[in-house]
């Protein structure tokens, strides 16, 4: 499909950009095309995937830009419009509510629904993640039930404790570390989306598909 373009950013990388939407279609476009772009060249050092974009990360002492900028549009070319490039599916245990989820109350007035039908609609969702990013490891998801689309807070909390999870403007993430942010906090996990421990310390990548459940309070404490 020919609906994108290609530009420069910086004297060593390539963005690859298709239209500004949140779209799963894209989203899987972008991802298989990430995917591919990695075994092109060893010169290729990095891919990051968009919401609808792609940047290619290439060392210039390897390859000439301009004969790897020839490479990507053939392989944009290529991908098919109807491609299906998931990742993982990944279960979220949430404790909601309480002091977990200091804005549960506000983001259930807003939906004019009760706090247990708010729960009910975040955890009756597959959500895909579109980005990571903000800090290491932040997963935006979407698209939460439109009743649950509330605008960012006015003011935005200096500490957001690690493991919140939130919802702002259609999209849903988890905070991987205490950081400032202005999403609307409904509750809490035990998950950690980003670990330095690990092998792979991002939990989460473009494509992954997640589900949230409903844990209670002592359910979440045992998990400490």
């Known amino acids: 499909m020919s609906d994108f373009r290609i530009v420069p950013a910086g ?5 690859v950009e298709w239209p500004a939407r949140i779209d799963p279609a894209l989203s899987a476009r972008a991802v298989a095309f990430a ?6 060249h060893d010169a290729v050092r990095d891919v990051v995937v968009g919401y609808c974009s792609v940047t290619v990360y290439f060392d210039p002492v390897q390859i000439d830009g301009g004969d790897l900028e020839g ?3 053939r392989l944009a070319l290529a991908i098919p419009d ?5 990742g993982a599916e990944i279960d979220v245990d949430v404790c909601y509510g309480g002091e977990l989820g ?3 109350p506000d983001v259930a007035a807003f939906a004019g629904l009760s706090e247990s039908e708010v729960i009910d609609l975040h955890t009756s969702r ?3 993640v579109y980005v990571v990013g903000f800090v290491p490891g932040f997963p935006y998801m979407a698209r939460v039930d439109d ?3 509330v605008p960012r807070r006015s003011t935005p909390r200096l500490r957001v404790p690690a493991g919140s999870v939130a919802i702002a403007a259609g999209q849903t993430g988890i905070y991987p570390s205490e950081t ?3 999403w609307h906090l409904i509750g809490r996990t035990r998950l950690k989306p980003y670990d330095d421990t690990r092998k792979n310390p991002f939990l989460f990548k473009p494509g992954d598909r997640v589900r949230f459940h409903s844990i209670d309070r002592a359910q979440f404490d045992r998990m400490a």
């Open 11 to 15: 004297d060593a990388a390539w963005l």
């Open 35 to 40: 995917q591919q772009a990695k075994r092109l």
């Open 71 to 73: 490479e990507l549009r």
């Open 82 to 86: 109807a491609v299906t490039a998931d």
């Open 102 to 104: 200091p804005d549960l």
């Open 126 to 128: 597959t959500y895909r």
């Open 147 to 149: 009743r649950l689309a």
């Open 180 to 182: 400032p942010g202005g």
